[in-house]
C-alpha cells in the first residue's frame, strides 16, 4: 500500500479529535461505516499475514490500560486503549483511544491519530461485520442493551451495513436510553424505548449488548435468548469483565477475533479453555461456515482486535489525501547527517 503525505519525510501527520470529525463528516458517517466494514474485512481475509499478539493489558482496581501492536510485514501499528467503567460517572470517557502508524521498512510513524471516535466506529463496523456473516437473512430488528458512548455508532453500522431499521434499546440509567434515542431520531432508524432487557429483545434478531461495569455480570440469562438469534456481545471485553450467563455460551456457537486473546477477555472467559470457538477470519475467508441454520443461536463476542485499528488507521490515512484535516507534527529528530544528532542539538542553542 502507497504511504505518501507527507512530503518531509520526518514530519508526522497528526489526526486530532476535531480534525476527525471533520473527516468523518466530510465522508459521511454511514459511508464511512460501510467502508470500515469493507477495509476489515479485507484484512481478516489476509489473516495470517499479520504478526498477532493478544494485547499487553495492564489492570488496576478501577480498570485496564491496553497496548495493541499488529504489523502486516510492510506496516506496523499499534493503539493505547483504556477501559473505566466507572469514569462516566466522573463525567470521563469509559474508552479513550490514541494510535499510531509506521512503516516497517525504516521505523518512521507515519500517523499519529485520536482513536477515541475511531475506536467506536471500527468497533460497530467489526459488529457489522461479523453480522453479514453470521446475523439471520434480512435481520431488520436489533436490541442494544447498554446505551453509552459505542451504542449510536453500533446502531448506524447495523443500518448502513445489513439493512436493520428498528432498534429497541434499554439501559439500566434510563437518561443514557434518552440520549441514544435523541442522537438516533433524525437516522432514518426506527426507535423504541423499552423498560427492560427482556423487552428490548422482544422480536429482535439481533442483540447488541454494550454495557460497562467491571464485574462478571448477567445482562442476558439463557431463557432470555430465543432460537435463531444473533448475539453481538461488545461490552465483555477484559478479565472478570462479561455480560452474558455462561449457560447462553453453551447454547450458542461462538466466533471470536482472535482466540488466544479472546479465551482471556471475551465471555468464553467463563469456559474451559478447550470451548470450541471459531475466528472470525475463517469465515471469511471461506475456511469455515458461519450461520447454519435458521435455529442457531450465534455470538460474536467482540473484544477488539489489534488488526481492526490497523484497518481504520489506514484508511483514515488513506482518506487524509486531498484534505487539509491533519496537522504535521514534528516529533521525529531527524538530523542531516544522521549520524550528528548532538550537532544538531548544540545549534538549536
Ligand atoms: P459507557 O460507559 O459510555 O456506556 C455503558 C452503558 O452501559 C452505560 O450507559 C450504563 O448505564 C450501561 N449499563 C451498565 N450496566 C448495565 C446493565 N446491566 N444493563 C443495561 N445497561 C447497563 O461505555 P461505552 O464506551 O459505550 O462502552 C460499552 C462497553 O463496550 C464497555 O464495556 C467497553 O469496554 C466496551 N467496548 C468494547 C469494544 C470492543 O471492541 N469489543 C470497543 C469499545 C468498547
Avoid at 428490548?200 to 438469534?229: P, R
Wanted: contains cysteine.
Amino acid at each position: 500500500m502507497a504511504l505518501s503525505l507527507p512530503s518531509d519525510k520526518a514530519l508526522v501527520p497528526f489526526v486530532s479529535v476535531e480534525n476527525m470529525m471533520r473527516l468523518v463528516h466530510h465522508i459521511g458517517i454511514e459511508p464511512m461505516l460501510v467502508d470500515l466494514t469493507n477495509v476489515i474485512e479485507a484484512d481478516f481475509r489476509r489473516w495470517p499475514v499479520f504478526d498477532k499478539t493478544p494485547r499487553v493489558a495492564s489492570h488496576s482496581r478501577d480498570g485496564v490500560i491496553e497496548l495493541m501492536p499488529v504489523s502486516d510485514g510492510e506496516i506496523y501499528s499499534f493503539k493505547y486503549v483504556n477501559g473505566h467503567p466507572k469514569n462516566m460517572a466522573r463525567g470521563l470517557q469509559t474508552v479513550t483511544a490514541l494510535g499510531l502508524l509506521a512503516k516497517v521498512s525504516t521505523g518512521y510513524p507515519v500517523l499519529l491519530a485520536e482513536m477515541t471516535l475511531l475506536t467506536a466506529l471500527r468497533t460497530a463496523a467489526t459488529s457489522a461485520l461479523a453480522a453479514r456473516y453470521l446475523a439471520p437473512k434480512r435481520a431488520d430488528i436489533m436490541a442494544i442493551i447498554g446505551n453509552g458512548a459505542q451504542a449510536e455508532f453500533q446502531a448506524l453500522a447495523m443500518k448502513a451495513v445489513l439493512g436493520v431499521r428498528k432498534i429497541r434499546l434499554y439501559d439500566i440509567d434510563p437518561a443514557a436510553t434518552e440520549k441514544a434515542a435523541r442522537n438516533l431520531s433524525d437516522t432514518g432508524i426506527d426507535v423504541a424505548v423499552c423498560p427492560s432487557a427482556e423487552s428490548a429483545i422482544e422480536g429482535s434478531q439481533i442483540i447488541t449488548t454494550c454495557t460497562a461495569d467491571k464485574q462478571l455480570a448477567t445482562v442476558l440469562t439463557d431463557n432470555m435468548v430465543g432460537a435463531g438469534v444473533h448475539i453481538n456481545a461488545v461490552g465483555g471485553d477484559s478479565p472478570g469483565k462479561t455480560e452474558l450467563h455462561r449457560n447462553i455460551l453453551l447454547r450458542a456457537d461462538s466466533f471470536v477475533e482472535y482466540a488466544p486473546q479472546t479465551r482471556i477477555e471475551g465471555e468464553i472467559q467463563q469456559m474451559a479453555p478447550d470451548y470450541p470457538v471459531t475466528e472470525l477470519w475463517t469465515v471469511i475467508s471461506s475456511q469455515a461456515q458461519g450461520r447454519r441454520s435458521a435455529s442457531q443461536v450465534t455470538l460474536f463476542d467482540s473484544v477488539g482486535f489489534a488488526v481492526e485499528d490497523f484497518s481504520a488507521l489506514r484508511y483514515v490515512r488513506e482518506s487524509l489525501m486531498g484534505t487539509d484535516y491533519f496537522q504535521n507534527l514534528d516529533i521525529i529528530a531527524d538530523p542531516d547527517d544522521p549520524r550528528d544528532l548532538y550537532g544538531m542539538l548544540l545549534r538549536a542553542q
